[in-house]
């Protein structure tokens, strides 16, 4: 096994008086996705590359703050694409929403071409049937991605794991012989979610025999880590806040705190964790609980929750999330990029699920017992009640064992550019041995 810095890449340096044209093309959709790629797409252009984006739903906002311009939709729709327009303005009328897209004329746009791509795929009677059942998952929008590919003639395309748009575009690569990389978030690895990529970059070793398992080439994979977590070097380096932060919310420095990170909906896995808090509480005097409301859900369904949990909880969702992971002492939550960050923090996480299928977590759960997993409330609250407060030093070392074991280092967008690299170069390294 190798990571990617490990393989003999060329320097990119090298090459930088031959690649002023070469086109990196990137399609992504937003949350996590496109913080992935950011720092790989800066770096990129740093090198030289010409770097385009077809930023996708919130994509795009994220992009523009990172002083990229993203390509939408908007720009691959025709005035010809008449049937694309009646029916993006119909389905705009019930989807559009402004805190996912930028413009009603992308979501039109996006809506549209997608559709109409799906009628030319299906049939006008099975594309409705399609769409019914499954709304926009039903979308591999391929017509508008070569658009898409015949207006920007990418060298290399750089995407991530997603049904739709990105699978559309490692699709309509390998039609035309553009070489692909994927990159993966921790929770890619269920079958809905293939990245049939020439390159797959995935963020520790774990991961490779999931996807071999599943069909994939071990010589196409390799690890590099996940840009989308390097924050944590930063914090760890930087002055802490965490000691302000809890006086300020009254929590002794001896007391136990909890983080608990919520769903955006209300579900049977958020009742057991607060029916599983609700009897820990009572057997754990020192035992305090920040009950912090996902930014797209109800914050009346949070201030119900502490209600229940009683004095010992109070609502945190001003606070950047950074700063409250480091000032609590465990996270408690659901299947969530959080309980990785919080892990490599070096705290204590308590997991919750529906059932026990451990692989949809995509995360070494085993790996330097950092986490407990429950279905059931009995185990939750056997789970929660074996939570101690650890020292300093504790959390220090199971934080560093963990950021090793998932190459949590700053250096993840460099390892996944150097890939870029490699295929822009067109040959294939040994990878995983």
């Known amino acids: 096994m190798k990571l990617a810095h490990e393989s003999d890449l060329s320097d990119p340096q090298m ?6 044209q070469q086109c990196v093309l990137a399609v992504c959709y937003g949350g996590g996705h496109v913080l992935m790629l950011i720092p790989v797409l800066k770096h990129l252009k740093s090198l030289g590359y010409d770097v385009h984006v077809l930023g996708l739903t ?18 691959l729709i025709q005035p010809e694409d008449s049937r694309a327009i009646e029916h993006g303005i119909r389905l705009a ?21 997608s559709y109409a791509d799906l009628e030319d795929q299906l049939g006008v ?23 898409l590919f015949d207006r920007m003639q990418p060298d290399v395309l750089l995407t991530t794991n997603s049904p739709r748009a990105e699978l559309a575009s490692i699709r309509v690569a390998a039609e035309l012989g553009v070489p692909s990389v994927g990159v993966l978030d921790l929770f890619g ?7 049939p990529a020439d390159y797959v970059c995935v963020p520790f070793k774990q991961a490779v025999s999931i996807l071999v398992d599943r069909g994939l080439n071990p010589d196409d994979i390799i690890v590099t880590g996940n840009p989308n977590f390097d924050w944590v070097n930063k914090i760890s380096s930087a002055e802490s806040q965490a000691a302000s932060w809890r006086i300020q919310h009254h929590v002794k420095p ?39 409301p996902h930014p797209n859900s109800d914050h009346q369904i949070a201030e119900r929750v502490i209600t229940r949990l009683g004095n010992r909880a109070f609502l945190n969702q001003n606070t950047p999330l950074p700063v409250a992971v480091e000032a609590s002492d465990a996270l408690i939550t659901h299947k969530s990029t959080v309980a990785v960050e919080a892990a490599l923090l070096g705290r204590q996480v308590a997991l919750f699920h529906s059932n026990r299928d451990y692989t949809t977590h995509a995360i070494p759960l085993n790996l330097y017992n950092w986490s407990t997993f429950s279905i059931t409330v009995d185990e939750g609250i056997e789970a929660l009640s074996k939570l101690k407060k650890d020292s300093i030093e504790t959390q220090n070392q199971r934080g560093a064992d963990v950021r090793k074991a998932w190459n949590c280092d700053g250096q993840s967008h460099i390892r996944i550019a150097d890939v870029v690299v490699q295929a822009l170069q067109s040959s294939k390294l040994s990878r995983v041995v």
């Open 125 to 147: 009677v099975e594309a409705k049937k399609e769409f019914t059942q499954k709304g926009r998952q039903a979308f591999l929008p391929l017509a508008p991605i070569r658009r």
């Open 189 to 195: 690895f269920g079958a809905y979610n293939d990245i």
């Open 93 to 113: 009328e019930e989807m559009h929403k402004d805190s996912k897209v930028q413009s009603l004329e992308e979501s039109i746009a996006y809506l549209g071409l």
């Open 15 to 20: 090459t930088l008086r031959n690649i002023k």
């Open 58 to 75: 919130t994509a795009a906002a994220s992009l523009r703050k990172a002083g990229l311009t993203p390509i939408g939709f908007k720009e």
């Open 254 to 292: 001896d007391e136990m705190l909890a983080l608990y990170a919520m769903k955006p909906i209300w579900d049977e896995i958020e009742e057991t964790i607060v029916q599983s808090l609700e009897q820990v509480l009572t057997n754990k005097p020192s035992f305090k609980i920040a009950v912090r």
